[in-house]
T-cell receptor, first 109, second 114 residues
Framework: GQQLNQSPQSMFIQEGEDVSMNCTSSSIFNTWLWYKQDPGEGPVLLIALYKAGELTSNGRLTAQFGTTRKDSFLNISASIPSDVGIYFC?????????FGPGTRLSVLP | GAGVSQSPRYKVAKRGQDVALRCDPI?????LFWYQQALGQGPEFLTYFQNEAQLDKSGLPSDRFFAERPEGSVSTLKIQRTQQEDSAVYLC????????????FGPGTRLTVT
């Protein structure tokens, strides 16, 4: 089946720094979703992208649908402690979505 | 409004026991999905319903796994004769429309098979 790669696997940043992460695939996707998951909870939808080249913001979060349709990027500006968690990208595969392995974000106070 | 709810949140089963996991989707959501999430990994697709019709069950790992959504709302994922490798978090998600649209997840059921 289709697989997604997420980079970096994990990152430690200082509070207030900006964060960038990406998701790549060998296959084309028509929709990208970005989720954040806290321990013991289900993934929470952050941003949905439906068109190649689309740039969408949600507060301090900005995500882009890559023009090749094989990648997507998520940026977090001015990180705060509550940004800690695992960020998953998901690409549309037919009627459901394929998820990446996640990027684990840790914020140092 | 109410989100997706799942019960129980935690389930411990002895190997060989049958278990049933329940999902209440967001009211009015047509599509319902089940995912399995192993520790440290992303969710993996199990099965998909549109209303009461199970349109895709290609992700179910064996014939011990069975899902139903008889009235197009609540869904149950049943695992028969549980094995240790079934230990995982089982996530349910619902979507307002058909596939390829935003999915909203419940908190998951953590199943531990001893």
């Amino acid at each position: 089946g289709q697989q997604l790669n997420q980079s970096p696997q994990s990152m430690f940043i200082q509070e207030g720094e900006d964060v960038s992460m990406n998701c790549t695939s060998s296959s084309i996707f028509n929709t990208w979703l970005w989720y954040k998951q806290d321990p013991g909870e289900g993934p929470v939808l952050l941003i949905a992208l439906y068109k190649a080249g689309e740039l969408t913001s949600n507060g301090r979060l900005t995500a882009q649908f890559g023009t090749t349709r094989k990648d997507s990027f998520l940026n977090i500006s001015a990180s705060i402690p509550s940004d800690v968690g695992i960020y998953f990208c998901a690409g549309q595969d037919g009627q459901n979505f394929v998820f990446g392995p996640g990027t684990r974000l840790s914020v140092l106070p | 409004g109410a989100g997706v709810s799942q019960s129980p949140r935690y389930k411990v089963a002895k190997r060989g026991q049958d278990v049933a996991l329940r999902c209440d989707p967001i009211s009015g959501h047509v599509s319902l999905f089940w995912y399995q999430q192993a520790l440290g990994q992303g969710p993996e697709f199990l099965t998909y319903f549109q209303n009461e019709a199970q349109l895709d069950k290609s992700g179910l790992p064996s014939d011990r796994f069975f899902a139903e959504r008889p009235e197009g709302s609540v869904s149950t994922l049943k695992i028969q004769r549980t094995q240790q490798e079934d230990s995982a978090v089982y996530l349910c998600a619902s979507s307002l429309r058909g596939g390829g649209y935003e999915q909203y997840f419940g908190p998951g059921t953590r199943l531990t098979v001893t």
